[in-house]
């Protein structure tokens, strides 16, 4: 009857449908059934698949929140004179990870980035800068515990990036020895302390520390600096002396008043702090920063 039904030349759409869901339910049902009778491990993952398919046993989706990083010291646009010791205080909250008042964060994990500009212009445009992702390198060296024995222009355990900076030009050999160094551990070359071996890091990872390393440290119109509090000095770096300054004497920045003349140039700081995710996602990490602008009279 069915069969005759369907072969019907003049079978309506409408009765194909009906006919079709009439079959297609009792199938169903009936495979769900079977799989819920049989207690067999894949139809009961097959079952699990589905429930969470049809968000049936799908648990409460964690949302993890950005950071809020805020430079509370020294104040934005303020003016300081060449050689001035700078006082810095950083402050983070976090909804996951918590709060620097209640030493909740990692000092190590807060940076402070100054960076030197002759013209207001450019130090306008850098800090408006959409949050940026750390290059490869410093990444790594954030993520590592190189920051538990080296800073990046002090001496700790271990030489400063700065010095490592200054003693080695970039090349590849340069680059070759001191990643297989950092991969295999090293000693004699800055005094007697040891380096530990960092076999958790691959030899790409190393590469891409070393060139950091080489190409940025020794830029003497950057500074970074590590924890919720300390202090850095206003330099004017001879090298840059006004290389990115605009042509002619007039450095106008239109719209902020702040930075209308850069007097002896603009320091952009930059603090950030990287989360931890949250406990189902701890890869999927969000950064947050604050950008302030000091001048230098
Ligand atoms: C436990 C302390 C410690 C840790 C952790 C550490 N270092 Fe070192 N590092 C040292 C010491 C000490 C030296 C100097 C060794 C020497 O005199 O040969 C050094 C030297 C270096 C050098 C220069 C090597 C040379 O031959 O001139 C580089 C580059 C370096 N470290 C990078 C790193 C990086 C990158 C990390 C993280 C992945 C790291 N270090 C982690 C203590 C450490």
Known sequence: MMKNIYAKKNATRHQRFVILVG???????????????????????MRMRTEKLFGQAKPPVQENHAPVVKIINPAANSIYPENAQVRYEVAVSDKEDGETKFQEIPPNEIFLEVRYFASGSKALAASKQALKNDPPGLETIKASNCLNCHAFNAKLIGPSFYD?????????????????????GTTGVWGSIKMPTHPELTKGQATDIVGWILK?????????YMGTEGSF????????????????SKRTVAGDKSVSSAGKGI?????????????????????GQETILLKIQ
């Open 23 to 45: 079959l297609a339910i009792p199938v169903i049902t009936g495979l769900a059934a079977f799989s819920k009778a049989v207690s067999h491990p894949i139809l009961s993952q």
């Open 164 to 184: 490592i900076g200054k003693r080695y030009s970039f090349s590849k050999s340069h680059v070759d020895t001191l990643s297989r160094r950092i991969l295999e």
């Open 216 to 224: 940025n440290a020794s830029d003497p119109a950057v500074d970074y």
């Open 233 to 248: 000095r206003v330099k004017v770096p001879p090298a840059s002396g006004g290389k990115d300054a605009v042509s002619g």
């Open 267 to 287: 320091l952009v700081l930059t603090a950030s702090y990287t989360d931890h995710g949250v406990k189902d996602k701890p890869t999927e990490r969000l950064k």
